[in-house]
T-cell receptor
């Protein structure tokens, strides 16, 4: 299936731990994104990469570090997890350019205890 | 700073009704507008994308319109079905950025 996939789907961890979320797209897109959906269901962008290069970096704590080994993958590593990091994290991809549709992954629900 | 608002926040209708969801944005210099559907605990499914130069897009029972100058878009759902129950999100791209700015969503329930 052509899609944006994320692993894991659920992640439950203790405060202070370090965790990673992986994202892969096989749509041939060259731009990938990470979005965060908070407890009030509001979606906001965190990062955007184009051809492995960071394009957008919103005001996100530097405990969050995206890594793009190639243009089909964009992983999100989070250090020293805090309670407020609990949210659903969505990966998305699109072709480059302002008129292109973004396609979203199924999301990773992160719960920090 | 672009802000996107959706009204109503929630809507409950009987099956078969035609309905309209509203989306407004503060900066009209957008590249495009996307409507998404989100089912509980699931990801986002793209429904329709309207380019800034277009006025409307149609897919099946869905019709989305765009009035860029007034900063408004509507999603029209014809002959609603219980399977349409979900949260509907609109998002605008731009100006001068690749990031989507999302609205607050409309939670739709269609009952039999």
């Amino acid at each position: 299936d052509t899609a944006v996939s994320q692993t894991p789907k659920y992640l439950v961890t203790q405060m202070g731990n370090d965790k990673s979320i992986k994202c892969e797209q096989n749509l041939g897109h060259d731009t990938m994104y990470w979005y965060k959906q908070d407890s009030k269901k509001f979606l906001k962008i965190m990062f955007s990469y184009n051809n492995k290069e960071l394009i957008i970096n919103e005001t996100v704590p530097n405990r969050f570090s995206p890594k793009s080994p190639d243009k089909a993958h964009l992983n999100l590593h989070i250090n020293s997890l805090e309670l407020g990091d609990s949210a659903v994290y969505f990966c998305a991809s699109s072709s480059r350019g302002p008129y292109n549709e973004q396609f979203f992954g199924p999301g990773t629900r992160l719960t920090v205890l | 700073k672009q802000e996107v608002t959706q009204i109503p926040a929630a809507l409950s209708v009987p099956e078969g009704e035609n309905l309209v969801l509203n989306c407004s944005f503060t900066d009209s210099a957008i590249y495009n507008l996307q409507w998404f559907r989100q089912d509980p605990g699931k990801g986002l499914t793209s429904l329709l994308l309207i380019q800034s130069s277009q006025r409307e897009q149609t897919s099946g029972r869905l019709n989305a319109s765009l009035d860029k100058s007034s900063g408004r878009s509507t999603l029209y759902i014809a002959a609603s079905q219980p399977g349409d129950s979900a949260t509907y999100l609109c998002a605008v791209l731009g100006p001068n950025t690749d990031k989507l700015i999302f609205g607050t969503g409309t939670r739709l329930q269609v009952f039999p």
